[in-house]
């Protein structure tokens, strides 16, 4: 049998997403607590992969197992097995035909950026953080240039291993709650580190050292050297997968608060 599940969880501990031979990653956490309730050996496969320090709100994996268990193990009696900073939200019973990776059609990231002349304490591993004042609306203009489908090579890492550069940029809304600056981002796909790499171009605007057609300029460029430096993971979530409605998964809203989010 086939199951997906939608998993919570902080980054901070662990080396990324990805399975690496010191175990020290979300994928091998999860995989070892699934292995003991079902009582055999459990791969997963996720939507995504995130990098060290990067968290997620509702990460979906899928995985399949011979072993026959009610979904309250699956869900309460894994999350018995895991640390803190990981938690099964939910599990469902999909066909074999469904991949979480493959049958994604879209993929939403947040980044939390604190701006002012201190560093945070309080949610320090939880937010980006920025001291100088930063131009909302210059860092929303520039935004603008970015929507559609482009080749975005001058976002990507150069350890990217995703087949084509080119993504269609549904969103990336970006609005001031306090002190804090919330960045939006809805996409069919996102290339490795191309939220952070934006984010850091927009941090570029917002302080004022390029005006907002730079990113356009930037994107017509398709060359990483052109852009900002990489921005820090801490501020990173991995909001939302989007799926067909024919798969019937019970995914989470995450439309909540500021605050209830931290």
């Known amino acids: 049998m086939r199951f997906a599940l939608g998993v919570e969880y902080d980054g901070r501990p662990y080396c990324g997403w990805q399975s690496q031979a010191d175990g020290r990653t979300v994928q091998d956490t ?63 019973p999909v066909p074999d035909e469904f991949h979480a990776r493959f049958s994604a059609h879209g993929r939403s990231y947040r980044y939390l950026l604190i701006n002012r002349p201190t560093r945070p304490a309080i949610h320090v591993g939880k937010v980006g953080w920025f001291h100088a004042p930063l131009d909302l609306y210059a860092m929303q203009a520039a935004a603008q240039y970015l929507l559609g489908e482009h080749d975005f090579s001058a976002f990507r890492a150069s350890e990217c291993q995703a087949k084509s550069p080119i993504k269609h940029l549904h969103r990336l809304d970006i609005r001031l709650e306090g002190e804090m600056l919330v960045f939006d981002l809805d996409a069919n796909a996102f290339l490795h580190h191309m939220v952070r790499n934006i984010v850091g171009c927009l941090v570029y605007v917002g302080k004022g050292k390029y005006p ?17 430096p990489t921005f820090a993971p801490d501020g990173l979530y991995l909001r939302r997968i989007q799926y067909e409605a024919k798969w019937n998964l019970p995914q989470m809203e995450n439309e909540t608060r500021l605050g209830e989010l931290l």
């Open 212 to 228: 907002p057609g730079w990113l356009a300029e930037v994107l017509e460029g398709r060359e990483r050297r052109l852009a900002a």
């Open 30 to 92: 999860l995989q070892c607590a699934l292995s003991r309730i079902a009582g055999e050996t459990v791969s997963i496969i996720a939507a995504g992969r995130t990098d060290s320090g990067v968290h997620a709100l509702e990460q979906v994996v899928h995985f399949d197992t011979r072993t026959m268990r009610p979904l309250t193990a699956r869900v309460r009696g894994v999350n018995a097995l895991l640390p803190e900073s990981i938690a099964v939200r939910w599990a469902h």
